[in-house]
Structure formats: C-alpha cells, structure tokens
C-alpha cells in the first residue's frame, strides 16, 4: 500500500539543485500500446519484455537515486524520506541501495543479470569466493531466480556441516575411550594400593 506524500514548499536552492542535471542516470521509460490494441502473442511478448526490462532499470535507477539521497540528505531526513514519502520499508530501501553499490562497484556484472532486485539482492550477499563459483556455474543470468540462488548458497554452506559431524563423532568416540581408560587406570591404582 502507497503511503500518502505530504506537500512541502520548495525553497529556491532546492529547485536550482532538482533542475540540475543529476549524474543518475533516468529509467528508461517507453510508449506503452494500449492492450486493447495487442492482438498477438508476439505483440503481448514485446511489450511485456520491454516492460520488464524497464522493471530492471527502475531497480537500478531507485537504488542509485537512495545512495545518492542518503548521502545528500541532512542527517535523519533520508530515513524521514524513506519511512514517510516512500511507498517502500527501510529494509526494501537497503536492498535497493545494496544492488545498485554492488553494481557500481562491479561486484556483479551488468550484462547478465535478472530482472529482480530481491534475485540480485540475495548474488549480493555471497561472499567473494561464492560468487566466483556461481559465475562458473553460470548462476549470473537473466533467467535465475531468487530459489536459485538460495538453493546455491544452502549447497555451498551445507559443505562444511558434514565435517562438524565428523568431529563432533570423533569427540564422542574419544569420550567413551577417555571413560573407559579412566575408569582402567582407576582399577590398576585400587590393585596397586591393596598390593
């Protein structure tokens, strides 16, 4: 549910620094055709992949637009901006902000990515070796869902658990090897001292 903007007055550095040309760049934004005028698969097909592909960019775009945001905006005024004129959570912002750092900083490649930001969130958060695997397992493609991802990360985690039963096998075993050497060397001092 969209949260109702409030009005506020403009003062004149304001409108001299929204009519300055931004270095973030605008979504893209096409002529859409009306859908009463589609009649074909193909015609449904191209609009709706054109608009899915704006979806991409408008994630990119909003993400760059609250970096940008949050380092213009006086203390405590982006969160203002985020909790009361946006139509989003804080934890959504973050995300947003996350991808389009990520990005930017070229932890992901450009080319290849889906069209959602919570699937490009989630190749955020791998770590650098993970995702030097998952690029040669080819997992950074436009057609990978978020599952994908998080099934991949779950596999590669998983790794390291069977080597914590082992050990935790190998403790037990050597308790009850302890208990019954204790309990051993007890006998032989209990014969050792009637003797």
Do not use: C
């Not at 009649?39 to 990119?60: K, P, Y």
């Not at 991802?149 to 090897?177: C, G, H, M, S, Y």
């Amino acid at each position: 549910m969209a949260r109702k903007l409030t009005p506020r007055i403009v003062t004149a550095d304001e409108v001299s620094d929204i009519l300055t040309p931004s270095e973030v760049p605008a979504p893209r934004l096409s002529r859409r055709p009306a859908p009463a005028r589609l009649r074909t698969r193909a015609n449904f097909a191209d609009v709706i992949l054109s608009l899915w592909a704006e979806a991409e960019e408008n994630f990119l775009a909003i993400g760059r637009y609250l970096n940008h945001a949050k380092t213009v905006l006086e203390h405590g005024e982006f969160m203002a901006m985020v909790d009361r004129d946006l139509p989003f959570r804080y934890s959504t912002a973050n995300r947003l902000m996350k991808v389009a750092a990520a990005i930017d900083d070229g932890l992901l490649p450009t080319d290849n990515l889906p069209p959602s930001y919570a699937t490009v969130y989630e190749m955020v958060l791998l770590n650098p070796e993970e995702r030097a695997q998952a690029a040669a397992e080819g997992l950074f493609r436009p057609d990978v869902r978020r599952q994908d991802i998080i099934n991949f990360k779950k596999q590669l985690r998983a790794v390291t658990l069977p080597d914590l039963a082992a050990e935790r096998a190998e403790l037990a075993r050597l308790e009850i090897e302890r208990a019954r050497i204790d309990a051993r060397i007890a006998e032989l001092r209990e014969k050792l001292r009637i003797a």
